[in-house]
């Protein structure tokens, strides 16, 4: 039986701040067959799609939506924090526990009814995700659907992401036997 991916994800308490549980997908990585398992099962369910344009989310995003970009034949287009792209930007606000971000994509990155996919390592609360979409939605961009490695279900993302087709490889609290 090939090694779970599970395996490949370390759990680091209080990191970045106390009281958070940070999936640390870092074992993962350093493991060819397990990185490249989780590539393929991001692909698996959107392999048949037309998929256009990969929007990856900063920046553990970067690391997923690259390969998948090259695997579908599809643009890569990174969305960052505020002030680090270089060019002309749309800009989407959006919640934090304290405070606001700002996520950013290109102005010239998605043209008008392409099809997008969104990628990042982790769906948590599901605020980035959901700003992401409405960038790429104020770009004129149609959503194919959020992919994500790892989803933590407590947190209920997809509440902030209602109608949009989400896909997660792995999820946590863990299924009993799993
Ligand atoms: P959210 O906007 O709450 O869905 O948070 C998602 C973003 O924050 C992703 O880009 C994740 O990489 C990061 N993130 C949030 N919570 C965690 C966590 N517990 N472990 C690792 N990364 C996290």
């Given at each position: 039986m090939p090694k779970s991916l599970y395996a490949g994800i370390r759990d680091v308490p209080d990191f970045p701040r106390p009281g958070i549980l940070f999936k640390d997908i870092t074992p993962l990585l350093l493991d060819p067959t397990l990185?490249?398992?989780?590539?393929?099962?991001?692909?698996?369910?959107?392999?048949s799609q037309q998929i256009d344009?990969?929007?990856?989310?900063?920046?553990r995003g970067f690391i997923f939506g690259a390969p998948l970009a090259m695997e579908l034949g599809a643009g890569l287009v990174p969305?960052?924090?505020?002030?680090?792209?270089?060019?002309?930007?749309?800009?989407?606000?959006?919640?934090?526990e304290y405070g606001t971000d700002t996520i950013e994509i290109h102005r010239?990155?998605?043209?008008?009814?392409?099809?997008?996919?969104?990628?990042?390592?982790?769906?948590?609360?599901?605020?980035t995700a959901s700003a992401t979409?409405?960038?790429?939605?104020?770009?004129?961009?149609v959503i194919v659907g959020v992919?994500?490695?790892?989803?933590?279900?407590?947190l209920d993302g997809r509440s902030k992401l209602d109608g949009t087709e989400i896909h997660t490889v792995l999820s946590y609290p863990l299924a009993p036997g799993e």
């Open positions: 990185f490249r398992r989780a590539t393929q099962l991001l692909l698996e369910p959107v392999r344009k990969i929007v990856a989310i900063e920046s969305a960052r924090k505020k002030g680090k792209l270089p060019w002309k930007t749309h800009q989407v606000e959006y919640a934090l010239d990155a998605i043209r008008r009814g392409e099809r997008v996919l969104i990628v990042d390592d982790l769906l948590a609360t599901g605020g979409v409405q960038a790429v939605e104020r770009a004129g961009g992919s994500v490695l790892i989803e933590l279900k407590d």
